[in-house]
């Protein structure tokens, strides 16, 4: 996984998941579920990967070779 993933307890029951890729990308959700959280920002995560991913993929079709 190119995501590192801290969990903190900012107010009292309430939270903060930040997800931050190695190319820079940082995603946050805030909220008192903290499961709740958690899978919106690993569905953010996944969303953002396949954009990287088809990104990759264009501009290495695009690239010609000599």
């Given at each position: 996984m190119e995501?590192?993933?801290?969990i903190n307890e900012i107010s009292n029951?309430?939270?903060?998941?930040?997800m931050t890729h190695r190319l820079g990308?940082?995603?946050e959700k805030t909220g008192i579920d903290i499961e709740i959280i958690k899978r919106e920002a690993l569905n953010d995560v996944t969303?953002?990967?396949k954009e990287?991913?088809?990104?990759?993929?264009?501009?290495n079709h695009?690239?010609?070779?000599?």
């Open positions: 995501w590192k993933t801290e029951n309430v939270y903060k998941v930040t990308s940082v995603i969303h953002l990967d990287i991913e088809d990104k990759i993929i264009k501009t695009n690239k010609t070779y000599k």
